[in-house]
């Protein structure tokens, strides 16, 4: 199975001569104590954590999977002393407050724990991730008594959360939710319904399980207006914080998956279970979504790390296993054939797996310093300042959730193709990146959900294409000053000059359409998505090979085969991958009337 190694070296490459991270945590609240040196601590301890105690544990945890006895849930062989470890080290409360526990460090730090964690072992780092969403949700909308309550426990790890929202009758959908919230009179509710779907729903890792479940009032108005939130935990919590009875919201059962099976799906029964209300009254969706951006920034996460993992893989089988002689002729004098490395195809595979990896991980950083200022706009109380990042971030979240773990699927397929036979075994490990990847697509909002978000809401409804535009005048800007240099850079810089225009040049015209033809949008949204994906990506690569050929410019042996790789990876982005946009472009202009004319009836299997 691949043993996966933190790539370090591109991670610091990002942070420290990409991104400037250091200049960009001093100007945050509390950022001063993001040192490189910290920094640098927090990355090395993350990846011997996450390379000795968390990746050993993925394939056996795959194998064995979780076990459901009367309710109670039972993880993997080595998953609950990995998660006491995890907790030990203080990993769970990296960037929340200090007064609940925490070190209070930029949120982006997180993000990077995740990235190695996930790449290591996805299905268990499912369970500390999902305690994220109900921390900043009571954190953001909890009472004091409810924050003082539940925040330090779920900061240190010792509890863990959920966020429990579909049902069977809905998924993205959520105006349809029928769970019921009946009132106490003593500030209390008891619920009923049953959730699907919800991740650790239940588990042996933590004492506690803390639920945030949407639900309904007696008197609540219809669809997505009638939904408030509740605080529902496993254990009831005594006033002086300690455990008492058992609440009455038990696991009726594990998902059977196909994929992160070490991950506990569970379909959740509520029945007159005590909740306590968190937010205002008919709002609680409204206070769910609060964080959404940081939640497909994480699945978006997932598409990276799939990449990453499979390309761990995939290489050093390439670079051992020997098939045949090269097709420009013989490359290892001292074999019989030659390793699958030296062919053309398997090489495109590895260098695709590697530019979406690199790409990926550029573009999630970039938006990870765009959701420091917003939480910190949260943090300082500014609401002008946190609505004006969560916009900016909101036009990148369906492109990195969407886009990157679509391509994150494709990269782990590609692992499989690159072992041949071997990859559909299970003992090699690569068969499984592909079923764990598989989710990535769906849960969050599909792909199509994204897209339709992207196009039809943040692109023609709430900005009139300003998103669009705001975004390609960076393109422009960033590629501007180098449309006259020679070699590969000046190639790429031109090229995104061309796509930034063209993007504008597409939106406009989808926008004109969609006036007469409301179908566009629904019929374009996917191609604009992965159109969008491709464009953006390019942009960050450029960003990336102008740094890499300022650095090989300056001479100097340290760090040149880093610096060349870059810029060979970019310009193998650039030739191979980016020319996939105008498939997308063709498609999206294309008339609604192939997809529409057809009627129900027809669709037919007889």
Known sequence: MPQYKAPLRDVRFLLNEVFDYEGHYKGLPGGDEATPDMVDAILEGCATFCEEVLAPLNLPGDLEGCTIQDGEVTTPKGFKEAYAEYVAGG??????????????????????????????????????????????????FGSTEQKNTYMPPLVSGEWTGTMCLTEPQCGTDLGQVKTKAEPVGDGTYKLTGTKIFISSGEHDLAENIIHIVLARLPDAPKGTRGISLFIVPKFLVNKDGSLGARNTVRAGALEHKMGIRASATCVMNFD??????????????????TFMNTARIGTAVQGLAH?????????????????????????????????????????????????????????????AKLADHMVAGVAEGNKAKYEEYDDRLGFYTPILKGFITELGLECANIGMQVFGGHGYIKEHGMEQIARDARISTLYEGTTGIQALDLLGRKTLLQSRGKCVFNFTNEMIAQAKPHLLDGGPVGKMARACFKRALQWKWLTLQIMLRANKDRDVVSAACNDFLMYSGYVMMGHFWLKQAIVANEKLAKGGK??????????????????????RADGHKKTMMSSTSSIMQMNNEHFSFN
């Open 558 to 579: 340290d760090s040149k085969e880093f610096y060349t790789a870059k810029l060979q990876t970019a310009e193998f982005y650039f030739e191979r991958l980016l020319p």
């Open 272 to 289: 007159d279970a005590i909740g306590y209300m968190i937010a205002e009254p008919n709002k609680g969706l409204e206070a769910m979504f």
């Open 91 to 140: 990993w769970q409360g990296l960037s929340h407050p200090k007064e609940y526990g925490g070190q209070e460090l930029p949120m982006s730090l997180n993000l990077l724990k995740a990235e190695m964690m996930g790449t290591a072992n996805w299905s268990f780092t499912m369970y500390p991730g999902l305690s994220l969403g109900c921390m900043n949700t009571v954190f953001q």
């Open 307 to 367: 990449a990453e993992l499979s390309y761990q893989g995939a290489l050093p089988y390439a670079k051992e296993r020997r098939s045949m002689r090269a097709v420009s002729g013989k490359k290892d004098a001292d074999h019989p054939n030659d390793a699958l490395i030296w062919h053309a195809d398997v090489r495109r595979m590895l260098l695709t797996q590697k530019a979406v990896a690199e790409g990926a991980r550029a573009m999630i950083y970039h938006a």
